[in-house]
């Protein structure tokens, strides 16, 4: 019994095989007699317009898809590169300088920033644009097998013609050529009717989705590059601060800066507590970082003291109306 199957299975395979190798030697034999003249050919201009704008739509969509791809790597390269730039910054950034904290907390937001720009960007643009040319296949491929199917059609019209037109009429045969001529013409204008309806909406479909994509991600990018203009806007403001800070002249009268052989201000940090006896004198708790100044009379420098303003007040106030003096012994430089 299965024997007898896999005869019978192995028969209509063979069969079936045979009837596609007719059918495609049928099609080449009708193109060669339709490019030589001999036989007309089923054209329909309205629907070969509509291929030749299928065939444009597929190719400008598959130049978007590719330029967006190029767009997202280029994108994801400049988050790299933004992120080493960022992490360069945070290392060389010394903790006392001014705005540590701030300058960490902006590379942290510009990274997330990108990251949030590009996900964005793929999660609506790159997978919209993938799934619009994805239907195209499909299209692409039943319009070929339109192309087959009315070859076909084409063939069996020839040859129920050639056999009408025949000096012996035989009635079986063109009964039968008639029978194939109706089958073919059926599965023909089944397929060419459901593309003629498709092929113009597919046409029409792309300006909504080129308005769509671009409207998208032109909203992405002018909220990129507003929040990323903040971000570079405090960016700014922290280095006009440290170059404030920096400053070797603390104008106020003609006292400036002590400064080290590197032209880098000295400053010192309190190690103990320090309760001012005197109206000049410079109050200090421990942990207090305070700008060395320059004394306006060297000859009123006493051993063992300096002068100084603190860097919080100098900071907060630019201006040393806080200044004093203090024992060297209880500091140690930084």
Same mark, same amino acid.
């Given at each position: 019994?299965?024997?007898?199957?896999?005869?019978?299975?192995?028969?209509?395979?063979?069969?079936?095989?045979?009837?596609?190798?007719?059918?495609?030697?049928?099609?080449?034999?009708e193109?060669?007699?339709?490019?030589?003249?001999?036989?007309?050919?089923?054209?329909?201009?309205?629907?070969?317009?509509?291929?030749?704008?299928?065939?444009?739509?597929?190719?400008?969509?598959?130049?978007?898809?590719?330029?967006?791809?190029?767009?997202?790597?280029?994108?994801?390269?400049?988050?790299d590169?933004?992120?080493?730039?960022?992490?360069?910054?945070?290392?060389?950034?010394?903790?006392?300088?001014?705005?540590?904290?701030?300058?960490?907390?902006?590379?942290?937001?510009?990274?997330?920033?990108?990251?949030?720009?590009?996900?964005? !960007?793929?999660?609506? *643009?790159? &997978? +919209?644009?993938?799934?619009?040319?994805?239907?195209?296949?499909? =299209? @692409? /491929?039943?319009?070929?097998?339109?192309?087959?199917?009315?070859?076909?059609?084409?063939?069996?019209?020839?040859?129920?013609?050639?056999?009408?037109?025949?000096?012996?009429?035989?009635?079986?045969?063109?009964?039968?050529?008639?029978?194939?001529?109706?089958?073919?013409?059926?599965?023909?204008?089944?397929i060419?009717?459901?593309?003629?309806?498709?092929?113009?909406q597919?046409w029409?479909?792309?300006?909504?989705?080129?308005?769509?994509?671009f409207?998208?991600?032109?909203?992405?990018?002018?909220?990129?590059?507003?929040?990323?203009?903040?971000?570079n806007?405090?960016?700014?403001?922290?280095?006009?601060?440290?170059?404030?800070?920096?400053?070797?002249? !603390?104008?106020?009268? *003609?006292? &400036? +800066?002590?400064?080290?052989?590197?032209?880098?201000?000295?400053? =010192? @940090? /309190?190690?103990?507590?320090?309760?001012?006896?005197?109206?000049?004198?410079l109050?200090?708790?421990?942990?207090?970082?305070?700008?060395?100044?320059?004394?306006?009379?060297?000859?009123?420098?006493?051993?063992?003291?300096?002068?100084g303003?603190?860097?919080?007040?100098?900071?907060?106030?630019k201006?040393?109306?806080?200044?004093?003096?203090?024992?060297?012994?209880?500091?140690?430089?930084?």
């Amino acid at each position: 019994m299965a024997e007898e199957q896999g005869k019978t299975g192995k028969g209509i395979n063979t069969g079936k095989l045979a009837t596609n190798m007719q059918k495609r030697l049928s099609r080449a034999q009708e193109k060669v007699l339709q490019k030589l003249g001999k036989a007309d050919e089923t054209r329909d201009t309205a629907f070969e317009e509509g291929v030749a704008n299928f065939n444009k739509q597929m190719a400008e969509g598959t130049k978007l898809q590719k330029d967006l791809r190029a767009y997202l790597a280029a994108v994801k390269t400049m988050h790299d590169a933004s992120k080493r730039l960022q992490d360069c910054l945070a290392d060389m950034y010394e903790p006392e300088w001014f705005g540590k904290e701030e300058v960490d907390t902006i590379a942290e937001e510009t990274d997330i920033l990108w990251s949030d720009y590009h996900d964005k !960007l793929v999660d609506n *643009s790159m &997978i +919209a644009m993938d799934t619009y040319l994805a239907q195209f296949p499909d =299209v @692409k /491929a039943r319009i070929a097998k339109r192309d087959r199917k009315m070859t076909d059609y084409d063939s069996a019209r020839h040859h129920f013609g050639s056999l009408q037109k025949g000096k012996k009429q035989d009635q079986a045969k063109i009964a039968k050529a008639e029978e194939e001529l109706g089958r073919a013409q059926k599965v023909f204008e089944e397929i060419n009717v459901d593309l003629q309806d498709e092929l113009p909406q597919l046409w029409n479909s792309r300006v909504g989705f080129y308005v769509n994509t671009f409207q998208s991600m032109a909203g992405y990018q002018q909220r990129f590059h507003k929040d990323m203009g903040k971000l570079n806007q405090d960016l700014n403001d922290v280095m006009t601060k440290l170059d404030e800070q920096r400053l070797v002249y !603390l104008k106020s009268g *003609s006292n &400036i +800066a002590v400064c080290d052989v590197n032209n880098k201000k000295i400053q =010192v @940090k /309190a190690m103990h507590d320090y309760a001012a006896t005197d109206g000049d004198e410079l109050e200090m708790k421990a942990g207090d970082v305070v700008l060395v100044l320059a004394w306006e009379n060297p000859d009123e420098q006493d051993d063992g003291w300096l002068m100084g303003v603190k860097e919080s007040h100098w900071l907060e106030n630019k201006d040393l109306l806080a200044k004093g003096v203090f024992p060297e012994n209880f500091t140690q430089k930084l």
